[in-house]
């Protein structure tokens, strides 16, 4: 039975809200076990990703953006070359500075993000479908085995997952409370900032706009109450919409690159796209849930704090308690849970062609996962009332049991790569002077566009983020090299000329490659060729299983000879001005 409320003062931030039906004892009890288990397990699940060691490859590139030894500034390096905006990066940056510079400070505020995140999850889920749900959502989240290797790394998608998790939850709150002018700031900081974490973050914010939107039409509110919720979704979305504009040409730029940083073919199959917790996991945590309902049925059914958030918003309220389905997963609370999780997956799915095969990486759909973990709690939920925690456990164990590998053993730390390139570059530190240029080819897929950008000094220092200032500060002209030596452009004349120019001043240069593929291994031996082919030697090599470092010299002889030949050619310009100077005819002629 219901009773309509008085509708509050429609200037107000807040409106009187539907209390629902009190959660059972014994189920807010197992909601709170859930969440202390899911929260604690995020906790040690986080702790191998602090104890590794060395940066991995996308670590180092994250650390370039807000580098402060860099030319120009941390935002535009971050808009006119990288793939990610710059948000996260400054936290990390923040954390090292606060914490000291060490691998752990660096990767700390993504561990952070992710217990958030947990949290977050739980108070989406309990908002949508109840407590317990919620409980077995943060559980999810904590476990999900296509996140957890791509939160436990320093880069961006730790923030995004615990961003989308907070979006998900205000739009959820939006939709119980539309005139809370708290709640809808909240949202439009949450959406803003999710646009400056991540480019694909774009669609989950326009989905949860669009869930406004649809929301906001004529009901039965009060002219009044639909013009105050009215008036916040505009300026929500036009703060939105302001906030994304000047992120428009950095996508452009990587719509125009995606062909060029497409280099690794990916599976772009559906079953890929959902991964093994949706097309495994998830119906065996169904069938067994299924299975232990009809088989140790309870007597006292489940119940659930769950409403139709449209009565919230309507101003309506529950007096009573139920069970019935339709009253527990109510309309109003699926639609946020499947448009955020299931929706935008079909989308990515659709538009993914083999030229764009990246956008099947699991990455970047990060942003679906806080919305999906709502989802398949609450179709366990649905599935098994009284053994839906059995159920997830099934689930997640289905999942990981596909996964190559456990889930305590970070998948992006720890390789045997990375350990060869903490020690070249600490090598490199030691024995170059400063000053002295390196040629490198870490294998950074932008190293396909150096031959499009060879003048561009900022990106040829990108290419080369591998050997960074994180181990190696000391200044030093650092020049990416490309894959291939063929082109549109003459690529060899332009490294020989490189290479001419510091051999009329310095005299060394020094050379760090990956050796790991053939693309690596032929870059590597273009530019020893280069090197050859300006009287360069070879003074010095160490070499690793992944890696190696060689430094070129010119000899004491040809040091002199071309002191001699530069000496000799000055003599002759300045002869030949003083000529021209003594007969103005001269000019002309030389002219013509």
Known sequence: MTAEEPDADPCSG????????????????????LLLAACLS???LMVPMLTAGPLALDEHVTWWMPDGELPAGSLQRSLNYMAVPPLSGWIQQASVALFGHSEWAFRLPSAVWHVLSVLVVFRAGSLMFGQMTGGLAALLMAWHPETLDEVRIARCYGLVQLLSSLLL???????RQPRSRGIATGWSLTAAALLWTHYTSALLVLICGGTLLCNGRPSRRRPEIQRVSGYLLFGSLLTVVAAGVPLIPSVLRMKEWGPFLNFMSADVSLTNFFGPLWYVGLPLGIITGGLLQLALPTASGSRTAAYSITEASDGTRSTGTTNKAERQFSTEAWWP????SVLPVLLM????????SSLANARYRIAFTPAGACLIAALLRKASPNWSAGAAAVTLTAAWWLSPLPPWQPGRLNAAPDQDWKELALQFHESARPGDAVFVQ?????SNLVPAFLNDDLFLEYAAARL????????HPRIGLPFLWTGPTDIRTHYRNRLLSIRSTTGVFWVASTTDTDLDRNSLEGIRDIAAEAEFRLEQRFEWKHAVLEEYRITAEQVANSGTITATVSSCRGLCESCIRRHPPMRSSWLR
């Open 349 to 356: 799915f659709l538009v993914t062609t083999p030229e764009i």
């Open 14 to 33: 807040s409106e009187s809200l539907p209390s629902g039906s009190a959660t059972p004892v014994p189920e807010a009890r197992a909601a709170g076990a």
């Open 468 to 475: 960074g200032r994180f181990y190696a500060p000391s200044l």
């Open 169 to 175: 939850l205000m739009t959820v709150q939006w939709l």
């Open 42 to 44: 995020s906790i040690g």
């Open 337 to 340: 849970a499947i448009g955020c």
């Open 442 to 446: 870490s294998g950074l897929v932008e």
